[in-house]
Nanobody, 115 residues
Framework: QVQLVESGGGLVQAGGSLRLSCAAS????????MAWFRQAPGKEREEVAV???????RYADSVKGRFTISRDNANNTVYLQMNSLKPEDTAVYYC?????????WGQGTQVTVSS
């Protein structure tokens, strides 16, 4: 059974930073394309960052230059470093494979950015 556990969210002022972690069990992250998603209140879930097993990355335009996705294959964990946070980054953040598998969704971690 696959379990993805997100952590590291919190309340931060605009311009601040947070580092999110996604600890995986039941799957080996190095064999998957992994991604971070977010869902803001009243909005659809959107993909914000992707990491390929070959080291390639892709970002949504809204976070490009501010967010960095990385993976630690030895610890089976995926990270999202978020800098220069904006109030519009407020959302619940989730990790999943890309494309996402329904059964992989975890509880997410709340990120709130105050102005």
């Amino acid at each position: 059974q696959v379990q993805l556990v997100e952590s590291g969210g919190g309340l931060v002022q605009a311009g601040g930073s947070l580092r999110l972690s996604c600890a995986a069990s039941g799957l080996t992250v190095r064999t998957y394309i992994m991604a971070w998603f977010r869902q803001a209140p009243g909005k659809e879930r959107e993909e914000v960052a992707v990491t390929h097993w070959n080291g390639g990355t892709r970002y949504a335009d809204s976070v490009k230059g501010r967010f960095t996705i990385s993976r630690d294959n030895a610890n089976n964990t995926v990270y999202l470093q978020m800098n220069s946070l904006k109030p519009e980054d407020t959302a619940v953040y989730y990790c999943n494979a890309d494309p996402p598998r329904i059964s992989f969704w975890g509880q997410g971690t709340q990120v709130t950015v105050s102005s």
